[in-house]
């Protein structure tokens, strides 16, 4: 069971547990239903559920499950105190951007809980993130062999399972950006299945423009990338995620094929950034 359908099952009423194997288009709440857990939860959870509707439209529109789409909600300058409602609205898959946050953050909140790194890391910072995070579950932002390479050596090192990772592609050519290009995305991807036997290879990850007016265009290069990996390592592209899609396309990178959106602001609020963050 994905996220997504976590998230529903936690409608029901309390003592009361559905199926896990049901479908989310199968206990998606009704309007009454929505209106009732609006009245007793937080904002960020009734953002949430608003959220996971959004997204089971979107794959309805184009013809996909709703259960093939994880939702990362990323909880970025916000307290634990606000993760744990989305939590307790079921909710189990979160994202942090900053490795200072997460090890801070991640030791106050269950640890069943499903961290996904999504910011640019650092060589040293590799270590703290692993060791202080035993519920780390994804590394999306894999952009060179450098950093490949390290975190398949801590990993190995502390002894924890192949850590999941996503290679990120800088699709919009943005100077600033982190992601390898997308002509050596197939060669990173090779370095990582050969030579980091403690890192397991998910999937892709990209970030579209600022201002939405070519992401179109860089969903459909990180579609492009895809195929060529799964041709090159004869793999299906159901074994290759695509990790694209923010607050606010996320729609459309569902429309278009994405199996991994990043949603922050749409459900836990604008950011406050009192002082600068050190990664």
């Known amino acids: 069971m994905n996220n997504l359908e976590k998230s529903v099952d936690a409608e029901t009423t309390k003592g009361e547990?559905?199926?896990?194997?049901?479908?989310?288009?199968?206990?998606?709440?009704?309007?009454?239903?929505?209106?009732?857990?609006s009245a007793t939860d937080g904002v960020a959870a009734t953002a949430l559920r608003s959220v996971i509707q959004r997204i089971e439209h979107a794959a309805e529109r184009c013809g996909r499950r709703p259960d093939k789409v994880r939702l990362v909600a990323v909880s970025k300058t916000k307290p634990a105190s606000l993760v744990k409602q989305v939590y307790d609205a079921g909710h189990?898959?979160?994202?942090?951007?900053?490795?200072?946050?997460?090890?801070?953050?991640?030791?106050?909140?269950?640890?069943?809980?499903?961290?996904?790194?999504?910011?640019?890391?650092?060589?040293?910072?590799?270590?703290?993130l692993l060791t202080g995070v035993p519920n780390l579950a994804m590394v999306e932002t894999v952009d060179d062999e450098k950093i490949a390479n390290q975190l398949d050596r801590v990993a190995g090192n502390i002894g924890r399972k192949p850590l999941k990772v996503f290679i990120q592609v800088n699709t919009s050519g943005e100077e600033t950006k982190s992601g390898v290009e997308p002509d050596g995305c197939l060669e990173l991807v090779k370095h990582v299945t050969s030579n980091c036997p403690n890192l397991e290879f998910c999937g892709l990850m990209t970030i579209g423009m600022p201002d939405y007016t070519s992401t179109p265009e860089n969903f459909k290069t990180l579609a492009r990338c895809r195929s060529e990996v799964c041709e090159a390592l004869g793999i299906s592209e159901d074994q290759c995620d695509l990790s694209m899609g923010m607050s606010g396309d996320f729609e459309l990178a569902v429309e278009m094929g994405s199996t991994n959106v990043r949603v922050g602001s749409t459900i836990f609020g604008a950011r406050e950034y009192p002082t600068k963050q050190s990664n």
């Not at 547990?17 to 857990?37: C, F, H, N, Q, R």
């Not at 490795?99 to 030791?107: D, R």
């Not at 640890?111 to 703290?128: A, Y």
């Open 17 to 37: 547990k559905k199926d896990s194997s049901s479908a989310v288009l199968e206990t998606e709440p009704s309007d009454s239903g929505m209106a009732a857990a």
């Open 92 to 128: 189990r898959c979160f994202g942090e951007n900053y490795v200072k946050e997460l090890i801070e953050k991640a030791p106050q909140l269950p640890d069943d809980i499903e961290w996904h790194f999504i910011g640019n890391l650092q060589s040293n910072k590799v270590k703290p």
